[in-house]
């Protein structure tokens, strides 16, 4: 698994780039003190884990991750706890406080690769169905039904072509994992979409027939190339 790290603590980098040594699966290809640098880096190379620092300056890593249309993993490095709730929200896999040990860097990493591993799983197999937890029990969802999935409070609600609906607490950032991504396409942080169900779109806002999704812009270019 391709990594790099972000921090603009030089001291901090180094203590990323001695535990990684560590981790088998993980080849840190680069490390950055500045965000732009890694924006660049990010545009010409594949990552599929960042290590990523909170408070730094001209851009945070919350709005760095955020400007991302097609983020890698993130895995956030900071001395401040207090941020870990905006971090969770933007589908960080996890959250070192430092100092952090060894012990803890390789736990968040073993959780990258289960998912890593999970990602390339569900890329090359197209599964025909779903079972999908609703209350105590488990329904089945033909994947080629799904027209839209949308997040609705403590629900994910998934829609389907015979105009029913599925609720599940399933979150949607859980749900994307089991979809093969060369049939459905993130249009927000709160709706995935079925790439054949759409029916036009424009930079705000995707139509399947009469219903209107918006487009988050951190997931505009994301859409641009579907």
Not at 67 to 93: C, D, M, Q, R
Not at 127 to 148: A, M, R, S, T, W
Request: proline share 4%; glycine share 2%; hydrophobic share 45%.
């Amino acid at each position: 698994m391709i990594a790099i790290a972000i921090d603009d603590e030089p001291i901090a980098l180094d203590i990323v780039k001695s535990h990684a040594s560590k981790v088998p699966f993980i080849t840190l290809e680069a490390v950055f003190t500045n965000a732009f640098e890694a924006i660049a880096w990010l545009q010409k190379n594949r990552a599929d884990l960042i290590f990523l620092d909170i408070k730094m300056p001209d851009i945070s890593g919350i709005d760095f991750l955020s400007s991302l249309s097609n983020p890698p993993l993130v895995i956030f490095t900071t001395a401040y706890a207090e941020h870990a709730v905006k971090g969770f929200e933007l589908n960080a896999l996890d959250y070192l406080l430092k100092p952090f040990s060894l012990s803890r860097f390789l736990k968040a990493c073993n959780k990258a690769e289960e998912l890593y591993s999970l990602r390339r799983k569900t890329d090359s197999i197209v599964p025909e169905h779903l079972f999908i937890k609703d209350g105590y029990e488990q329904v089945k969802v033909i994947v080629d039904h799904i027209l839209y999935i949308e997040a609705a409070g403590n629900y994910t609600l998934i829609h389907l072509n015979n105009n029913t609906s599925l609720s599940t607490r399933m979150p949607v950032g859980d749900m994307q994992l089991l979809l093969p991504a060369r049939r459905f396409v993130r249009t927000h942080r709160a709706f995935i979409v079925a790439k054949i169900a759409v029916t036009k779109f424009d930079r705000n806002q995707v139509w399947i027939d009469d219903k209107i999704i918006p487009v988050g812009a951190t997931y505009a270019q994301c859409l641009q190339e579907f």
